[in-house]
C-alpha cells in the first residue's frame, strides 16, 4: 500500500500550530493527524464490525487545560460543507495515486481510465473549469 506522510503543512485544529504529522493512506483513505504543540489527534480508520460489515471509524482526542477542560479550539471548525469537500480530496488523492502507478509502472491507463480519473477531477473541483460534453458530465 501507498502512504503519503505529511510534517508541518496541516495545522492545527485546537492551537493553529503547523507542528503537525498528517499521514495518508492513499489506497484506503485512512488518516492520521497529530499536534506536537497541543497533543491534539484525529485518526480514521476502516473497521469490520462482528458481523464482518465495514465501518468508517473516527476517532479524535482534544487537550485539556491545567482545570480538566476540554480545549476544542478557537480554530475555525470545519463545517459539513468542508468537510465534505475534504473527503472528496482524500478519495482523489487515493484515485490519482492509483493512476500514476499504473502510469509509472508501464501498464499505462487501460480502456477508460483515463477519463474516469478526469471524472473524479470534475467531481471533486465542479467548478475547475473542466470542459466537456454533456455525456461526459456526471
Known sequence: MSSVYERGEQACPVCGS???????????????LDCSDCGYSAHTRI????NG???WEVMEQFPMDENDVVRRGSRKALYLGE??????????AGVLEAAA???RSGRGLIGDTAGDVVREIWN???????????????
Not at 503547523?18 to 492520521?32: A, H, I, R, S
Not at 473541483?125 to 461526459?136: C, H, N, Q
Open 18 to 32: 503547523m507542528n503537525t504529522g498528517f499521514d495518508l493512506e492513499c489506497k484506503t483513505n485512512e488518516q492520521e
Open 47 to 50: 473497521v469490520k464490525r462482528p
Open 53 to 55: 460489515k465495514p465501518f
Open 83 to 92: 468537510t465534505e469537500r475534504l473527503f472528496r480530496e482524500v478519495a482523489l
Open 101 to 103: 502507478q499504473a502510469l
Open 124 to 138: 471533486s473541483y465542479p467548478g475547475a473549469g473542466l470542459k466537456g460534453g454533456e455525456a461526459d458530465q456526471p
